[in-house]
Structure formats: structure tokens, C-alpha cells
């Protein structure tokens, strides 16, 4: 079955630059999850959604991150005024309802910030 | 804070040896718990779980046991091939949703 779709695959960017990153989750699946992997901070959560709401936005680094969910489905992160410390992979993954199932993640978007 | 703490890398094994790869957490509840593995060029994909104490999680070979006692959650595979080189990550749910990792654990199998 499909899996967890993300694109573009391959971002490059110019410092300054707005991006924005698609998550397409596995069908019927409630929770959405984004995570970032650096090198020098492993994997760091960034935000959660149940349906289109995100009661956990505690891993955003600054307000130049955002992100939306819409229609209980898709999601975007938007990076505003990017710099070179947001060079990183950004992982997205869903899971079903309920702690336990684990998360089902993407292949990643791999941005680079000039 | 939630926090995993898994064995440093990297790891070189040669074919057929055996593989523990440590992992122990700090978590204020009762959190599930999970191996992640990372191929070269690929994705996270799930590798086994354990929701609570007791609890063994197995898959390709690999197994873990949920130890509250201990509070670990240690990797195993009775004997290795080159395939199975990749990045091991530990990681923690407390609660319904995010998961904490640790730092991953590099393994490489040597034919």
C-alpha cells in the first residue's frame, strides 16, 4: 500500500528564501508528525497535528516556522527567511490513533540553505 | 523530560556475529517503546516495539525486551549479515504522540 509521500526530495535554497515542504500521510491515518535530522542535533520533534489541529507545537525552532494540515490530510511546513542552520532533513510521519502503533515515516525532504 | 540514551557507534561486526546495541530511558509515565532502523539512502522505517513491561518486540531477527526494572530497551540479533548495516535509533512515546530518539548507533557488517 502507499506509504507516507513527501516532496520535493531535494530542496536547495538561497538564504532568505521562504520554502515550503509537502507531506502527503498514509490514508486514515489521524496523527501527523514533523521531525527534523541533523547532523549536529540527531532527530528533534517539531510538531504534531490530530486532524488539522496541532496541539503540539513545541519543537518549532522560531517563528520563522510554520506549519498546516488540511482536511484531516496533507500538510505543510513553511520555513520563512530560511538561513544555513535550517539545512537539514525534514521527516514527516503519520500514525493511527492511540499511543503503541508507532509512526509511519516519509522519505524526507533534504533542504540546503546557500 | 522524556529522554533515550542508546550505546555510541560506531559498531563493525564481521558476518554471523552477534549484535547488542544498548538503550536505556527516563520517562515520567508509562511510555512505548521502539527500534527504528535508517538504510543507507533510506528513510526511518519501524523495526519492533513494546508498549509495556515484559513486552518482547521481534522482527527480521532482531528482538528487544521492555524493561521497567532496568528501564532498557536493548537491541539483539543472534547473528548478523551485511544487509543488516544501517543506523539503529532507539525512541520513546509517552503519551499519544511524539517520539524521543536517540542518537543512533552506526552498525556495520563486514562480509
Known amino acids: 500500500g502507499a506509504g507516507v509521500s513527501q516532496s520535493p526530495s531535494n530542496k536547495v535554497t538561497e538564504k532568505g528564501k521562504d520554502v515550503e515542504l509537502r507531506c502527503d500521510p498514509i490514508s486514515g491515518h489521524t496523527a501527523l508528525y514533523w521531525y527534523r535530522q541533523s547532523l549536529g542535533q540527531g532527530l528533534e520533534f517539531l510538531i504534531y497535528?490530530?486532524?488539522?489541529?496541532?496541539?503540539?507545537k513545541s519543537g518549532l525552532p522560531s517563528d520563522r516556522f510554520s506549519a498546516e494540515r488540511t482536511g484531516g490530510s496533507v500538510s505543510t511546513l513553511t520555513i520563512q527567511r530560511t538561513q544555513q542552520e535550517d539545512s537539514a532533513v525534514y521527516l514527516c510521519?503519520?500514525?493511527?490513533?492511540?499511543?503503541?502503533?508507532?509512526?509511519?515515516f516519509g522519505p524526507g525532504t533534504r533542504l540546503t540553505v546557500l | 523530560g522524556d529522554s533515550v540514551t542508546q550505546m555510541e557507534g560506531p559498531v563493525t561486526l564481521s558476518e554471523e556475529a552477534f549484535l547488542t546495541i544498548n538503550c536505556t530511558y527516563t520517562?515520567?509515565?508509562?511510555?512505548?517503546l521502539f527500534w527504528y532502523v535508517q538504510y543507507p539512502g533510506e528513510g526511518l522505517q519501524l523495526l519492533l516495539k513494546?508498549?509495556?513491561?515484559?513486552d518482547k518486540g521481534s522482527n527480521k531477527g532482531f528482538e528487544a525486551t521492555y524493561r521497567k526494572e532496568t528501564t532498557s530497551f536493548h537491541l539483539e540479533k543472534g547473528s548478523v549479515q551485511v544487509s543488516d548495516s544501517a543506523v539503529y535509533f532507539c525512541a520513546l512515546s509517552d503519551g499519544d504522540y511524539k517520539l524521543s530518539f536517540g542518537a543512533g548507533t552506526t552498525v556495520t557488517v563486514r562480509a
Open positions: 513494546a508498549t509495556k513491561a515484559d
Open positions: 497535528f490530530q486532524g488539522n489541529s496541532a496541539p503540539d
Open positions: 520517562a515520567t509515565g508509562y511510555p512505548s
Open positions: 510521519a503519520s500514525s493511527p490513533q492511540g499511543q503503541g502503533f508507532g509512526q509511519f
